[in-house]
């Protein structure tokens, strides 16, 4: 099996929650991207957005991505939202792996789950009205897609909970292993 297993996808989609389960499925380590940025610098992701501006994150972010592709550990990363969308962070990503998998969740569910949990999130935190989130998010994801379909494989969210993700992410490294 492939080291690195990428997981990527909008703000909300359960990354985080799949790459922790998955980790301890395969025992491999377990890296959230926004974490290590957090650790690094001692700050959260508000903090550096407020002090750095989006642009300056976006600059450390694609810094500390780099630093854990060249680690090449055996593990699971989840990155941020944004991620796959600066730079050429998505072709280095798959240069280093051909295990980068979508996390495709409807905007419709995304926006109920992201309106209550928005102010941990820079993007996010002025929108106070649940119309003015469904605008934001459809027109963002819009923007994103292409970047996310990048990834070599697309898991559809609609149906699936964590357990079922991850075995459906389990079954295609079965697939893939030689
Ligand atoms: C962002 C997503 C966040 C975090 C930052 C920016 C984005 O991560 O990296 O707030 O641009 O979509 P999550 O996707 O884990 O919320």
Redesign the pocket.
């Known amino acids: 099996m492939t080291s690195l297993i990428v997981l990527l996808g909008y703000?909300?989609c359960g990354?985080?929650k799949v790459g922790k389960k998955l980790s301890k499925k395969i025992g491999a380590k377990f890296i959230d991207l926004?974490s290590e940025i957090e650790d690094y610098h001692s700050k959260t992701?508000n903090q550096i957005f407020e002090e750095s501006g989006e642009i300056g994150f976006r600059q450390i972010e694609r810094k500390i991505l780099m630093s854990i592709l060249d680690k090449n550990e055996f593990s699971v990363l989840s990155l941020?939202?944004?991620t796959p969308c600066y730079f050429d962070n998505m072709e280095i990503i798959n240069k280093k792996t051909n295990l980068t998998f979508f996390l495709n969740l409807d905007s419709q569910i995304l926006v109920e789950r992201l309106f209550t949990r928005r102010e941990k999130?820079?993007?996010l935190a002025s929108i106070n009205k649940k119309s003015e989130m469904k605008d934001y998010v459809n027109k963002h994801l819009f923007e994103r897609k292409n970047y996310y379909l990048k990834a070599t494989h697309i898991i559809n969210l609609r149906e699936k909970n964590v357990r079922d993700t991850c075995d459906k992410i389990l079954s295609l490294l079965e697939k893939d292993s030689p």
């Open positions: 703000m909300g990354k985080t926004d992701i941020g939202g944004g999130r820079p993007l």
